[in-house]
Each structure stands twice: as structure tokens, then as C-alpha cells.
């Protein structure tokens, strides 16, 4: 009888590169040695029991088949109504509002819908750890451009030389991750000028767009007319409600743009959660909660700037985001994954080499924490820390 050995046949990685983030190795490091996690960006509280309720009230009523194709009408209408609200711009909630599995997906999306193989997308490093691989997973060309050391403000006069002929887009973050920078209304004009001569897309992740501090507005790209006649906005519900297990997010662009995004959407999740969509819409009525985040974010973010200050770790301003950079320089003459890995093992604090969010891991002294967590996580980390 002839015996038949089964084989997975072998494969070239589409991904080569891609292995482990360092998010997951510290996270395990972290519950390893009982460290309190600050490294890894999701809350540690729950959401508004309101909501809860509003998603059960959902399922318990039926709605838990396919909802339509771009997500259930009362939602994009309720996004689309919270968009002109605070950026002034109309989006059609029939048409030019796309609800996504989140954030990552729409992004995914985006980049699938109109970049082509051998077509250029810049990114402005650091940045996201998503973007590089669909970046090539569509095939495209990555084009770094470093946003300005020290600052991490846009630098556009890098970004003026890196569009060429074949940039198709560029992908802005703001409020930013991993630097908590936020763009002003002017790096919007600036930006705007430079791609006006040209057909470069943009495609903006404002998936934090709730969380800017001190009294000033988030300057997104649906904002500014001319910027967003060639944008797809990109949003999170799960950064906005304290939700981020549920993948929900959206995507805003003109019609011309939609309609594209929708054809690779559509065999790509097709919908997203029937009763969490529906839930969301019920409780969207009310803007409070995303109204009230700021304040919410930025008690959190003094309490813990106000304890490191007692420290060495220089606090690298933290305009937006619920993330705050610190230049250990003082403390440490380690690289910032072993500054990291120490500061979990011998510390008990866990937090993110900023070197995560480069292509070349070089060291410059950084770490990220996230202060997304119960005030009682973050005094047990302050008092941790206050060693240093
Ligand atoms: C800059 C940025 N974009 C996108 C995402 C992903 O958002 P979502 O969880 O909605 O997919 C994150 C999450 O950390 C993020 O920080």
C-alpha cells in the first residue's frame, strides 16, 4: 500500500519582514513579571454601561443578521451628522460613509482600493505599525519621510521631495501615535498646497481625533474643503467608547473615492457587527460622551505627567493621543528595548521603545506609555517609577 506522507507545501511570504511586535513580547513580559501595563494602547476600564445596554438591547430585539453592505443607515447617518457638526463638512451618509471592522481594516481598505503595484505611498515615520505592510501587501512602493527629530512636526519640505510621479498617496496621522503631536490647521494648508499641482491621495488616520488637550480643536483633513475632496478619513469607535475589542471604526470620502472603497470592502468583510452598529447609532444620539473626552483624557494625562515630573525621564509634550513620550536619557544608558524590558522586569512598569515604529530600530532614547488606564493603575505605576 503506498504510504502518503501529508506536506504544507511551502510558501514565499507575502510579509517577509513581519514577525512578533514588540507590543505582544512586552505585554508577555509584562503579565510574566506582574508589571503594570503601560505599553499597550487600549484602556483598562470599561465602557459606559449605556452603550452596553444599547448593543444588547440590539441583539435581544433581532437585529442580528447582515446589515447592509456600508454599514446600518442610523449609524452613518449619526457619523455623518457628528462630522458636519464639528468639521463642517456634509458627508452623504448613503454614499460617502463606510462602516468598517475598524480602524486597521479601513485602512487596510483604503490602500487596497487604490494603490496599484509599483505605485508610491508615503509615510511619515514614525508610524503606525499597519501601514507598511499594506502598503506592500497592495504591492506599492513605501516612501518614508521622517517627521522633523526632536518635534516630530511634519517636515514638508521632505515630503515636497518624496512626491514624485508615481505617488499615489500619503497616509497623515493625526492626533499622533506613537508622538502625541497633533497637525495644526496650517500643516493642513501647507500640505494642501503641495499636493494641489498633483493626483496624490490622501489618506488621514484619525482614529484619536476625540482625544486633543488644552482647548484646541482637532484639525481634520474632512475640515478642510480641498484636502478632503481627495481624502479618505479614517476614524475608531473603539478609541472614542473605550472599545477597542469590538472593531469598529469608519471610513469618510467622496463619492468617487467610496464607491472604490466599498467594491474592495465588500469581498473583503463585507459588514461589520449587525447589533454593535445598531447599538452605536442608539447611543450616538447623545454627543456628551465624545464631547466630554478631552477633559476625560487630559485629567488622566496631568496626573501622570505631574508624576513623572518628580523623575529624570524628560516628558516630550503630549498634545493628543492617550500617549505620552518620555527621553530617558537621564536614567538609562540602555537602547530602548533593553531600556524597555528593564523597566518591566526591574521596574514593573511596561511601556513601548519608540524604535516600534521605525524602519530602522535605531535608539533615540524613547519610550512611549499609554495613560489610557483607572487612575489607580496609574498611581501604581507613578509609584514604580518614582525611582527614577
Ligand atoms: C494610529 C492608529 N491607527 C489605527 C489604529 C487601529 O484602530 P482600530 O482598533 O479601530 O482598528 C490604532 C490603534 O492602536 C492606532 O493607534
Redesign the pocket.
Known amino acids: 500500500m503506498l504510504t502518503i506522507t501529508p506536506r504544507t507545501p511551502p510558501v514565499s511570504s507575502r510579509l517577509p519582514n513581519v514577525g512578533t511586535t514588540i507590543f505582544t513580547v512586552m505585554s508577555a513580559l509584562a503579565q510574566q513579571h506582574g508589571a503594570v501595563n503601560l505599553g499597550q494602547?487600549?484602556p483598562d476600564f470599561d465602557c459606559d454601561p449605556r452603550l452596553l445596554q444599547a448593543v444588547e438591547q440590539a441583539m435581544r430585539s433581532g437585529l442580528n443578521q447582515y446589515p447592509p453592505m456600508a454599514g446600518v443607515p442610523a449609524l452613518r447617518e449619526a457619523v455623518a451628522e457628528k462630522v458636519d457638526r464639528l468639521y463642517g463638512r456634509a458627508y452623504d451618509p448613503a454614499n460617502e460613509v463606510t462602516i468598517t471592522?475598524?480602524?486597521?481594516?479601513?485602512?487596510l481598505t483604503a490602500i487596497l482600493a487604490v494603490v496599484h503595484p509599483g505605485d508610491e505611498v508615503i509615510v511619515l515615520e514614525p508610524c503606525?505599525d499597519?501601514y507598511v505592510p499594506n502598503i506592500e501587501l497592495a504591492g506599492g512602493k513605501v516612501v518614508r519621510v521622517a517627521l522633523t527629530a526632536g518635534t516630530f512636526r511634519p517636515d514638508f519640505q521632505a515630503i515636497a521631495a518624496a512626491i514624485g510621479p508615481r505617488t499615489r498617496a500619503i497616509v497623515i496621522?493625526t492626533p499622533?501615535?506613537p508622538s502625541a503631536t497633533v497637525w495644526t490647521r496650517a500643516d493642513l494648508d501647507r500640505l494642501a498646497t503641495l499636493l494641489r499641482p498633483t493626483d496624490v491621495l490622501l489618506i488621514a488616520?484619525e482614529?484619536?481625533e476625540h482625544m486633543v488637550y488644552d482647548g484646541v480643536s482637532h484639525a481634520s483633513a474632512a475640515s478642510h474643503p480641498e484636502l478632503a475632496a481627495r481624502a479618505m478619513v479614517?476614524s475608531?469607535?473603539?478609541?472614542t467608547y473605550h472599545v477597542?475589542g469590538w472593531?469598529?471604526?469608519y471610513m469618510l470620502a467622496p463619492r468617487a473615492l467610496s464607491d472604490e472603497f466599498r467594491k474592495v470592502h465588500q469581498f473583503n468583510v463585507f459588514t461589520v457587527n449587525t447589533p454593535v452598529q445598531h447599538g452605536l447609532a442608539q447611543y450616538m444620539r447623545d454627543p456628551t460622551p465624545y464631547l466630554e473626552l478631552p477633559a476625560f483624557y487630559q485629567r488622566k494625562r496631568d496626573l501622570f505627567r505631574d508624576g513623572l515630573s518628580s523623575t529624570r525621564l524628560r516628558l516630550l509634550p503630549s498634545q493628543g493621543?492617550y500617549f505620552q513620550c518620555v527621553d530617558y536619557s537621564a536614567v538609562s544608558q540602555l537602547d530602548e528595548t533593553g531600556f524597555c524590558r528593564w523597566l518591566t522586569t526591574e521596574i514593573g512598569v511596561a511601556a513601548i521603545p519608540l524604535a516600534a515604529f521605525y524602519e530602522d530600530g535605531r535608539n533615540r532614547n524613547l519610550a512611549r506609555f499609554c495613560f489610557a488606564k483607572r487612575d489607580e493603575t496609574l498611581h501604581a505605576a507613578l509609584e514604580r517609577l518614582s525611582a527614577l
Request: aromatic share 14%; charged share 10%; net charge positive.
Open positions: 494602547g487600549f471592522a475598524g480602524a486597521t481594516q479601513a485602512i503606525y499597519s496621522n499622533h501615535n488616520d482614529v484619536y479614517v475608531s469607535f473603539g478609541k477597542t472593531k469598529v471604526g493621543t
